[in-house]
């Protein structure tokens, strides 16, 4: 049970920071190309647009789902999920198997 938890722990510590790091990296793109246009930036949301990045993505989580009829729709959704399993699987730490 512990060894679950702090495995969850170990992952949040790595990705956490990640997801961050990509958020305000967005938000400084925006701002480099806003300025390079000659215009006004994100800042709608929030203070000078930090909050910009987050809902950027709850409007990709609420956003209605297109599925193709003519789709396999358990492998339309597990596809992407096995690509990231398999992507992820190149970082496992060797010591735990």
């Known amino acids: 049970m512990f060894k679950v938890l ?57 956003k209605e789902p297109v599925i193709p009829s003519q789709s396999n729709k358990v492998l339309f959704y597990l596809a992407p999920v096995i690509t990231l399993f398999f992507s992820l699987l190149g970082w496992k730490n060797k010591s735990l198997a």
């Open 6 to 62: 702090y495995l969850l722990l170990e992952v949040l510590v790595v990705v956490l920071p990640v997801l961050l790091a990509v958020a305000f990296m967005t938000i400084i793109e925006r701002k480099q190309l806003a300025a390079m246009q000659r215009r006004v930036g994100p800042n709608q949301v929030g203070y000078y647009g930090v909050l910009q990045p987050f809902s950027d993505a709850l409007k990709l989580i609420i």
